[in-house]
């Protein structure tokens, strides 16, 4: 394998193109008596030249796989949600919520623009994935507990507080990706009007 995969490098075409050119040089008389000197020096020189090899990149997957993939954990974590038992207070948050995530998510502009947006897609993940799902199985645990232990203070707050957290940098992230579009089209109004200016100068 380690020979075959030498065979094929860069040194070794270079170090043999190298050498063809050394026999060349033997079939015109220049090398003399010493032209396995001469081939396996020029050999041995353009092995030396030769780029190294760059290690192939790591197949990671594209924004618009990755996109696919949290589309379906989002769908996971809806079936999840749709189990919970939330007090109305809390429900009516966490359904604000989801329904600007799944509009975040929904094919189209605020995809595509997701697609070449790295923090935004990790924030969106996050959400999704992590922060979400904790906030809701904690207030069931916590729940639980204060069944058994009254007097404490109701976590049915702090649920609603984590869910209101989360709408606003839900909220953020669809601000900044309305932001892209408005600077795309000022860009696109002051390329039009310049082009119209030059188009009057040159008249």
Not at 14 to 29: D, E, H, Y
Not at 86 to 96: D, M
Not at 105 to 114: E, H, S, T, V, Y
Request: charge should be negative.
């Amino acid at each position: 394998m380690a020979i075959s995969k030498y065979l094929e490098s860069r040194k070794n075409i270079a170090g043999s193109v190298c050498g063809i050119a050394g026999l060349g040089l033997t079939f015109a008389g220049v090398a003399g008596p010493y032209w396995p000197v001469v081939v396996a020096g020029l050999y041995g020189a353009g092995a030396l030249i030769a780029p190294p090899e760059r290690p192939a990149l790591p197949d990671f997957p594209d924004p618009s796989a990755q996109l696919e993939e949290l589309r379906a954990d989002f769908d996971k974590l809806c079936g999840y949600l749709a189990e919970v038992d939330l007090p109305p207070a809390a429900g009516g948050r966490l359904t604000e919520l989801t329904n600007l995530l799944s509009a975040l998510l929904a094919p189209g502009w605020a995809i595509q623009l997701l697609a070449h947006d790295p923090e935004g897609l990790h924030t969106l993940g996050r959400a999704v994935r992590q922060d979400l799902p904790e906030a809701v199985d904690s207030f069931v645990r916590a729940r639980w507990w204060t069944r058994l232990t009254p007097g404490q203070e109701p976590p049915e707050r702090h649920l609603e507080r984590q869910l209101g957290l989360l709408r606003e940098e839900a909220e953020t992230l669809a601000a900044a990706l309305r932001d892209t579009e408005a600077r795309r089209q000022e860009t696109h109004t002051r390329y039009l009007e310049d082009r119209g200016g030059g188009q009057g100068i040159s008249a």
